[in-house]
């Protein structure tokens, strides 16, 4: 039902199959003049009178996952259509309407049922297109009809095979959406405890060590991991989704975190002409970013930041660079950065980090494919 008390989906197609009734009507008895009240001209009423109840009442012509009654795999309404259609091409041969309905019969099938389903409609059709033709000893009507209820079955199964691929491309694309966001929080979490992890650890010991204030400047730095896992999930999760903020706005965030965070600038620039890219590549620069800033609290404290996005005509380059630190900070393994480089690898790209003029710079490049593009 549609929003706003609007006219429903339902409304709109019993209105088309009323139409449809009305129109086979007509067109079958625009010569009622020439069917006087025999039986045979009771029957050709009868029969398409039948034919359009079939029609008004038949599935529309799309795969749904509800299809309508069925007996021994033929779909009821649009079976006996074909069978009174094929019945009043006999006995008014030349018929369009009945033409018209027998394709649409073997179209709608095709369009809406898996193969199986849809071949008894049509092979009823091939068989009763040879009875008629045996049966009036005349063949040109029933060869035309059987050729194209040929090509109307191959052109609806392929109609029916298209809407199945982008169906599955659809689901395959949630999926790995799914796995994105997945390994996303995987790696968030995995890294985020582990460090919690050896933080409590150590606040254990020291504690059994009567340090109780190193334990709890321990604790407060495991609280603190895990409040930044939490703000980095759900980073990550706004990162993949469509409506998640261009990358000059995140990056940004980013340095008004660190200058919060350490009370010293971090400056961004960025160079070209700002647009979206994909989500992974988008979250990688977000990532690259937020390690390299990291990195700079853990070890250069005092020191201040850049960052550099810049986009070119097929890449898009992240700069992080910071002068040497005022302080001691904790010796680093890299564990981040490799991360962050494999990462970089699997999206086509490449990550550097080395030491320049006593300082530290990371750099990024990446593939610049926009959103929706393969």
Same mark, same amino acid.
Request: glycine letters at 12%; hydrophobic letters at 50%; aromatic letters at 4%.
């Given at each position: 039902?549609?929003?706003?008390?609007?006219?429903?989906?339902?409304?709109?197609?019993?209105?088309?199959?009323?139409?449809?009734?009305?129109?086979?009507?007509?067109?079958?008895?625009?010569?009622?003049?020439?069917?006087?009240?025999?039986?045979?001209?009771?029957?050709?009423?009868?029969?398409?009178? &039948?034919?359009?109840?079939?029609?008004?009442?038949?599935?529309?012509?799309?795969?749904?996952?509800?299809?309508?009654?069925?007996?021994?795999?033929?779909?009821?309404?649009?079976?006996?259509?074909?069978?009174?259609?094929?019945?009043?091409?006999?006995?008014?041969?030349?018929?369009? *309407?009945?033409?018209?309905?027998?394709?649409?019969?073997?179209?709608?099938?095709?369009?809406?049922?898996?193969?199986?389903?849809?071949?008894?409609? &049509?092979?009823?059709?091939?068989?009763?297109?040879?009875?008629?033709?045996?049966?009036?000893?005349?063949?040109?009507?029933?060869?035309?009809?059987?050729?194209?209820?040929?090509?109307?079955?191959?052109?609806?199964?392929?109609?029916?095979?298209?809407?199945?691929?982008?169906?599955?491309?659809?689901?395959?694309?949630?999926?790995?959406?799914?796995?994105?966001?997945?390994?996303?929080?995987?790696?968030?979490?995995?890294?985020?405890?582990?460090?919690?992890?050896?933080?409590?650890?150590?606040?254990?010991?020291?504690?059994?060590?009567?340090?109780?204030?190193?334990?709890?400047?321990?604790?407060?730095?495991?609280?603190?991991?895990?409040? &930044?896992?939490?703000?980095?999930?759900?980073?990550?999760?706004?990162?993949?989704?469509?409506?998640?903020? *261009?990358?000059?706005?995140?990056?940004?965030?980013?340095?008004?975190?660190?200058?919060?965070? &350490?009370?010293?600038?971090?400056?961004?620039?960025?160079?070209?002409?700002?647009?979206?890219?994909? *989500?992974?590549?988008?979250?990688?620069?977000?990532?690259?970013?937020?390690?390299?800033?990291?990195?700079?609290?853990?070890?250069?404290?005092?020191?201040?930041?850049?960052?550099?996005?810049?986009?070119?005509?097929?890449?898009?380059?992240?700069?992080?660079?910071?002068?040497?630190?005022?302080?001691?900070?904790?010796?680093?393994?890299?564990?981040?950065?490799?991360?962050?480089?494999?990462?970089?690898?699997?999206?086509?790209?490449?990550?550097?980090?080395?030491?320049?003029?006593?300082?530290?710079?990371?750099?990024?490049?990446?593939?610049?494919?926009?959103?929706?593009?393969?």
């Amino acid at each position: 039902m549609t929003a706003g008390g609007g006219r429903t989906p339902t409304g709109v197609a019993i209105t088309a199959r009323l139409l449809v009734l009305a129109v086979f009507v007509a067109a079958q008895f625009q010569g009622a003049e020439h069917l006087p009240l025999t039986c045979h001209g009771l029957l050709v009423a009868a029969l398409s009178l &039948t034919i359009a109840a079939m029609l008004a009442t038949a599935p529309l012509p799309r795969a749904t996952a509800n299809p309508p009654l069925v007996v021994l795999g033929i779909p009821v309404r649009l079976g006996l259509a074909a069978v009174a259609s094929l019945t009043l091409l006999a006995l008014s041969p030349g018929s369009g *309407p009945a033409t018209a309905s027998l394709l649409f019969a073997v179209g709608a099938s095709a369009l809406r049922y898996p193969l199986p389903r849809a071949l008894p409609v &049509t092979v009823i059709t091939f068989a009763g297109l040879l009875v008629v033709g045996l049966a009036g000893g005349h063949w040109d009507q029933e060869l035309g009809l059987g050729v194209s209820t040929g090509v109307v079955l191959l052109f609806g199964y392929s109609i029916r095979q298209r809407r199945a691929v982008r169906s599955a491309e659809a689901r395959e694309e949630v999926l790995a959406e799914r796995a994105r966001i997945a390994r996303e929080i995987h790696d968030i979490l995995a890294h985020s405890l582990s460090a919690q992890i050896v933080h409590l650890e150590g606040a254990r010991l020291l504690l059994r060590a009567d340090r109780p204030d190193e334990a709890l400047d321990r604790v407060e730095r495991a609280r603190d991991l895990a409040k &930044t896992g939490l703000e980095e999930a759900r980073r990550a999760v706004a990162a993949l989704r469509e409506d998640s903020p *261009p990358l000059p706005v995140a990056l940004k965030a980013l340095a008004d975190d660190f200058l919060a965070a &350490t009370g010293l600038a971090c400056a961004l620039t960025v160079t070209g002409a700002p647009r979206r890219l994909s *989500p992974e590549v988008e979250l990688a620069v977000i990532r690259t970013a937020q390690e390299a800033l990291t990195n700079v609290r853990r070890h250069a404290p005092g020191a201040a930041a850049a960052v550099r996005l810049g986009f070119t005509g097929d890449a898009c380059e992240l700069e992080v660079t910071n002068p040497p630190g005022d302080g001691q900070g904790t010796a680093g393994g890299g564990y981040g950065l490799v991360g962050m480089r494999e990462r970089a690898e699997l999206l086509g790209g490449s990550l550097s980090a080395e030491p320049v003029d006593g300082g530290f710079r990371v750099g990024l490049r990446l593939p610049a494919a926009g959103r929706g593009e393969g």
